[in-house]
């Protein structure tokens, strides 16, 4: 078996070399819709947030901890240098906190358990991207894309909870901020700016690579519901933007989203792999994160399957509000027994 894994990608890659002459027109398409998302939307939104998250990590980071880590630290279990990676993904889109991790854990701020553990939850799509380009431009629906982030980050943070160290939940202690010196200020932004143009070609260079991979998919089987379902395993955007406008299109986009892709896995191990960090529990919880959004999706739109068995919408809520309550009472009581 072990074999026959390992003869799978060069036969695969073969295949697809060997594929391209006959679907040129495919691989043309794809490399300029690539760029074109690459220019457009990719870089605009990210490359600004990976240059401020770099540069705010060595001048606000002090300040960012003093003011979320009383409550990110006990709910995620983890210390309060990581509470950088947890905003950079929670607002900078992917794969902005795992490479975040990948800083803190280089810099040795953080342990190797708990750098392989932040992507968990701490690697999420943007706000405008799920609310703007995939709801209100795919589906016609601001709602849908507001509601579609909302169980995106519900779900990962529901991950976090899941997975996360005791220890770390009764040993937070407020630390006293300590201030960079305004002199360091030209050589950390030039840092940031390099920092962040190397990543921004990593990402880009990944994105384009899955784009056409997953164009020679359709070309060969054709385009369907299920083969989008099959590139979104690989490239998220370019999934979720070939579903059909249906609720079943859009409870599929909310398993893909969360899932990532295996693009943004690769993103991320651009920054893992060089420092010997692991994705593996990462693509493990997001397999998770990936079917309690889809289960969400289509719980919060029960209309559409089974009207006679359709929940108020404020009950829905309701229980939405209160898993993660529940999910605290164990973590709360192991605190207490500790302290």
Do not use: W
């Given at each position: 078996?072990?074999?026959?894994?390992?003869?799978?990608?060069?036969?695969?890659?073969?295949?697809?070399?060997?594929?391209?002459?006959?679907?040129?027109?495919?691989?043309?398409?794809?490399?300029?819709?690539?760029?074109?998302?690459?220019?457009?939307?990719?870089?605009?939104?990210?490359?600004?947030?990976?240059?401020?998250?770099?540069?705010?990590?060595?001048?606000?980071?002090?300040?960012?901890?003093?003011?979320?880590?009383?409550?990110?630290?006990p709910l995620f279990g983890i210390t309060p240098p990581s509470v950088s990676a947890v905003i950079s993904g929670l607002l900078?889109?992917?794969?902005?906190?795992?490479?975040?991790?990948?800083?803190?854990?280089?810099?040795?701020?953080?342990?190797?358990?708990?750098?392989?553990?932040?992507?968990?939850?701490?690697?999420?799509?943007?706000?405008?991207?799920?609310?703007?380009?995939?709801?209100?431009?795919?589906?016609?629906?601001?709602?849908?894309?507001?509601?579609?982030?909302?169980?995106?980050?519900?779900?990962?943070?529901?991950?976090?909870?899941?997975?996360?160290?005791?220890?770390?939940?009764?040993?937070?202690?407020?630390?006293?901020?300590?201030?960079?010196?305004?002199?360091?200020?030209?050589?950390?932004?030039?840092?940031?700016?390099?920092?962040?143009?190397?990543?921004?070609?990593?990402?880009?260079?990944?994105?384009?690579?899955?784009?056409?991979?997953?164009?020679?998919?359709?070309?060969?089987?054709?385009?369907?519901?299920?083969?989008?379902?099959?590139?979104?395993?690989?490239?998220?955007?370019?999934?979720?933007?070939?579903?059909?406008?249906?609720?079943?299109?859009?409870?599929?986009?909310?398993?893909?989203?969360?899932?990532?892709?295996?693009?943004?896995?690769?993103?991320?191990?651009?920054?893992?792999?060089?420092?010997?960090?692991?994705?593996?529990?990462?693509?493990?919880?997001?397999?998770?994160s990936a079917v309690l959004t889809a289960f969400l999706m289509y719980v919060a739109l029960p209309e559409n399957f089974f009207p006679e068995?359709?929940?108020?919408?404020?009950?829905?809520?309701?229980?939405?509000?209160?898993?993660?309550?529940?999910?605290?009472?164990?973590?709360?009581?192991?605190?207490?027994?500790?302290?």
């Amino acid at each position: 078996m072990k074999k026959l894994l390992s003869a799978l990608p060069p036969v695969l890659i073969l295949f697809l070399l060997f594929s391209m002459p006959f679907l040129s027109d495919y691989v043309k398409d794809s490399v300029k819709s690539g760029i074109e998302i690459c220019l457009s939307s990719l870089v605009p939104s990210l490359f600004p947030f990976l240059f401020l998250s770099s540069l705010a990590s060595s001048f606000a980071s002090p300040l960012l901890t003093r003011l979320f880590a009383p409550l990110f630290c006990p709910l995620f279990g983890i210390t309060p240098p990581s509470v950088s990676a947890v905003i950079s993904g929670l607002l900078g889109g992917f794969p902005s906190g795992s490479a975040e991790s990948a800083r803190l854990y280089s810099e040795k701020k953080i342990s190797k358990a708990e750098a392989e553990r932040l992507p968990l939850f701490c690697n999420n799509a943007g706000l405008m991207f799920v609310i703007g380009t995939v709801g209100a431009e795919h589906f016609s629906s601001f709602k849908a894309g507001l509601i579609l982030y909302f169980f995106h980050i519900f779900s990962s943070v529901v991950c976090g909870i899941l997975t996360r160290d005791p220890k770390n939940i009764s040993s937070y202690t407020k630390e006293t901020a300590s201030y960079v010196p305004l002199s360091q200020f030209p050589s950390l932004f030039t840092s940031a700016v390099r920092n962040s143009v190397f990543s921004m070609a990593l990402i880009s260079g990944n994105f384009m690579v899955f784009r056409v991979f997953t164009a020679l998919l359709c070309g060969i089987f054709g385009n369907s519901i299920i083969i989008s379902f099959i590139s979104g395993l690989f490239e998220v955007t370019g999934g979720i933007l070939s579903m059909p406008e249906n609720t079943t299109g859009l409870i599929l986009s909310a398993f893909l989203l969360s899932f990532n892709g295996f693009c943004v896995h690769m993103q991320a191990l651009t920054f893992f792999s060089p420092l010997g960090l692991s994705m593996k529990k990462c693509i493990i919880g997001k397999s998770f994160s990936a079917v309690l959004t889809a289960f969400l999706m289509y719980v919060a739109l029960p209309e559409n399957f089974f009207p006679e068995k359709s929940l108020p919408p404020m009950v829905i809520y309701i229980i939405i509000i209160l898993i993660p309550l529940l999910l605290l009472i164990p973590h709360a009581k192991k605190a207490s027994d500790a302290v």
